[in-house]
C-alpha cells in the first residue's frame, strides 16, 4: 500500500490491497484505464510480489457514484438530521444505490420523513421502507 500511496498517477484513496503468498490483489475504484494500469504496475514492482490481480474498476469522474458506504454514511447522516427518532431506524444498502429502510416510529409523518430524507442522500435511487408505525406494529388502534 505504500508503494501506492507514493505512485503520481494513483488516487489511493479508494484502492484496497490484499497479499496472500506472494499474490497482491487491488480492488476498488480508479477514475482511467491509464490508472488501473500504474497501480498494477507500482504494486507488481514491490519486492516479493509473485502475481497479480488487478480488479480496479475503472469508473471516470463524471460517471463517479458514491459507494455502498459512501451511502450508508449520508443515510445515517441524513436520518439523524430530520426529525424522526432515527434511532429506531436501520438501514440495509442493497447495492446500487438501493436502500431498505426497516424499524419502528410513531406517526406516519416520521415514517414519511424518514423516507424523504434518505431519498435526498447522493447516490440513493430507490427506497423501499418498510418502516412500521408503533400502534400499527402492535395492532392497536
Known amino acids: 500500500m505504500h508503494a501506492l500511496m507514493e505512485a503520481p498517477n494513483v488516487d489511493d484513496t479508494a484502492v484496497g490491497v490484499t497479499v496472500h503468498h506472494g499474490v497482491v490483489t487491488l480492488t476498488g475504484i480508479v477514475a482511467s484505464y491509464a490508472a488501473k494500469d ?15 490481480a488487478n480488479d480496479l474498476e475503472v469508473r471516470p469522474d463524471w460517471q463517479r457514484r458514491p459507494s455502498d ?22 438501514s440495509t444498502i442493497a447495492g446500487r444505490g438501493h436502500v431498505k429502510l426497516d424499524g419502528l416510529v410513531t406517526t406516519p409523518t416520521e415514517r414519511a420523513l424518514a423516507e424523504t430524507a434518505v ?10 421502507n418498510l418502516i412500521e408505525i408503533a400502534n400499527h406494529a402492535r395492532g392497536v388502534s
Open 69 to 90: 458506504t459512501d451511502i450508508a454514511e449520508a443515510v445515517r447522516i441524513a436520518l439523524a438530521g430530520a426529525p424522526v427518532r432515527h434511532e429506531q431506524i436501520r
Open 119 to 128: 431519498k435526498r442522500v447522493d447516490g440513493v435511487e430507490i427506497v423501499t
Open 38 to 52: 500504474a497501480a498494477g504496475s507500482v504494486a507488481h514492482d514491490v519486492p516479493g510480489v509473485l502475481d497479480l
